[in-house]
């Protein structure tokens, strides 16, 4: 689904991505770890352009996303976004939250956007907050907001950094929650988190970065049971 050939990326004389290639099949749960500074959020915002990589391509779906040529909104409308901060609208209701993006590509018109976003709500068990306000809701809510969100765009990926890294403890469960229900209903998913929990019960793979490269990758049970590199174990060390 999504192909990442020799991709670097440079902050000025930082290279912060150092010749990554990397291939992300259709279904796969892809759970990223590493020390801070690492690349991670840059890897992630590198595949749906939000970072411009100085070099190497990406390629979804058999788009190439890196391509001038590509309609990189179009791209971006198949490829859900979660950030550690949320990032919603605060000067609009829950529903318009949810509904603004499908009905300003013209994927649905109003009504079956609200349709759409009362059914999404339900979900997350949120329906009773469609009117209210960010600042009124909790940071788990706001989260669980954002995931659907983004899902009102019928995602063929969804991109996750850091989701409950800004979260109060209490609220870390009811998000990766919805993670869950979503990787078992088969989404394909790139996570970036520290939760080794949710990485060894979710992840079909893990990788581990450090220094812009992905040093080694597994599936989560050997990655946990045998780190093979110094630095994972050093990290592994550190977090578990
Ligand atoms: P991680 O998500 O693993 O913590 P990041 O991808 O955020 O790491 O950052 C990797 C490195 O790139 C860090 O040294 C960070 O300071 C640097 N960096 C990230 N974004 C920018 C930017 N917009 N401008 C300059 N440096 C950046
Ligand atoms: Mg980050």
């Known amino acids: 689904m999504i192909d990442v050939k020799n991709l670097s990326k440079s902050f000025g004389d930082h290279l912060v991505l150092d010749d990554l290639s990397e291939h992300i099949y259709p279904g796969e ?33 058999g788009v190439e996303v890196t391509n001038t040529k590509t309609n990189i909104d179009q791209i971006r409308q198949q490829m859900g976004m979660v950030f550690q901060h949320f990032n919603l609208f605060p000067n609009m209701t829950i529903r318009k939250n949810i509904t603004l993006a499908p009905v300003r590509t013209g994927l649905m018109k109003q009504e079956e956007a609200d349709e759409t976003a009362a059914v999404l709500l339900k979900r997350v068990g949120l ?15 706001k989260q669980r907001i954002a995931i659907v969100r983004a899902l009102a765009m019928q995602p063929k990926v969804m991109l996750f950094d ?9 609220m870390v469960g009811e998000v990766l929650d ?13 996570v970036v988190t520290h939760e080794m929990g949710f990485a060894k019960e979710v992840g079909s793979r ?8 992905i040093l080694e990758q597994n599936t989560p049970q050997e990655f946990f049971d045998h780190p093979q590199n110094p630095r994972t174990r050093t990290f592994l060390s550190k977090v578990l």
């Open 206 to 213: 893990v990788l581990f970065m450090d220094s812009g490269k």
């Open 178 to 190: 919805v993670m869950k229900e979503l990787a078992q209903e088969g989404m394909t998913m790139v």
């Open 162 to 170: 850091e989701p409950t890294s800004a979260l109060d403890p209490e």
């Open 29 to 61: 749960k892809v759970v990223v770890i590493g020390p801070s500074g690492s690349g991670k959020s840059t890897f992630l915002r590198c595949l749906n352009l939000l970072e411009t990589p100085t070099a190497g391509t990406i390629t979804f779906n």
């Open 127 to 141: 329906l009773d907050k469609a009117d209210a306000y960010p600042a009124q809701i909790s940071g788990g809510q």
